[in-house]
T-cell receptor, first 115, second 115 residues
């Protein structure tokens, strides 16, 4: 079975600092996709960043970057220069090539950015 | 990315009544839609996969007779919570697949409160 684990229920960071959210996953598939989604207080799910497993290069989107360690099945999210608007719940998610599009979510990490 | 709407955004109903939630893809034809349920401060739980023109596929433990899903057109899927009870109070989110079927786009969600 495929699983996604986020071991940090809550985290906080000072504005302008850097924070890293952890995620590990388990799968026997060789081809898959990994995502980080953000859910702000409005509860709208927003895609932050995605990573294709076959790509060795870590994905980057402005202040957001990932550290993808395929052998270790680890997919952490780094947020640089944290902003108050980054306050949200963050979900790590997985889609396997055999999943027919079904997302498997981690438990979520609530991030509080403090002024 | 794809634009997905949900209606209503918030509904309150009496115990024993049925409630219908609509999910629409506004700018593309969605053959597959997903329905999720989310309790406060928890992750999204996949309830079912809705396929246009065919029966929905329900996840284990989800009562198909209680949560009726209809996907009669390529732009609309509906979730009907039948004989709702207070324990059905939750946040319901739909999503669609687009393009290479490796990315989901989410609706804004519907908050259901059953009195």
């Amino acid at each position: 079975a495929q699983t996604v684990t986020q071991s940090q229920p809550e985290m906080s960071v000072q504005e302008a600092e850097t924070v890293t959210l952890s995620c590990t996953y388990d799968t026997s598939e060789s081809n898959y996709y990994l995502f980080w989604y953000k859910q702000p207080p409005s509860r709208q799910m927003i895609l932050v960043i995605r990573q294709e497993a076959y790509k060795q290069q870590n994905a980057t989107e402005n202040r957001f970057s990932v550290n993808f360690q395929k052998a270790a099945k680890s997919f952490s999210l780094k947020i640089s220069d944290s902003q108050l608007g980054d306050t949200a719940m963050y979900f790590c998610a997985f889609i396997g090539s055999s999943n027919t599009g079904k997302l498997i979510f981690g438990q979520g990490t609530t991030l509080q950015v403090k002024p | 990315g794809a634009v997905v709407s949900q209606h209503p955004s918030w509904v309150i109903c009496k115990s024993g009544t049925s409630v219908k939630i609509e999910c629409r893809s506004l700018d593309f034809q969605a053959t597959t839609m997903f329905w999720y349920r989310q309790f406060p401060k928890q992750s999204l739980m996949l309830m079912a996969t809705s396929n246009e023109g065919s029966k929905a596929t329900y996840e284990q433990g989800v009562e198909k007779d209680k949560f009726l899903i209809n996907h009669a057109s390529l732009t609309l899927s509906t979730l009907t919570v039948t004989s709702a009870h207070p324990e059905d109070s939750s946040f319901y989110i739909c999503s669609t697949l687009e393009g290479n079927e490796d990315e989901q786009f989410f609706g804004p969600g519907t908050r259901l409160t059953v009195l």
